[in-house]
């Protein structure tokens, strides 16, 4: 499987407040995909960076799921 669909999968794993240990265990059990945690944190940052949107995105999916957003 692709680098970005899994990349992918992982933001939308965290946008759901999953922990970055939660998350690689996910992976590892659904694609196949063993990845390290520094890995998760540095995905997680370069999407950050690449759109700046993207926090206001996490906010939204944060409320409509009823979870207090953070930021």
Known sequence: MKKEII???FLKLRIRQYSYSK???QLKELYGFIVSICTLKRWQKIK???NPGFLSIICVANNSLGVPSYF
């Open 7 to 9: 990349r992918k999968e």
């Open 23 to 25: 998350c690689k265990t």
């Open 48 to 50: 950050v960076f690449e």
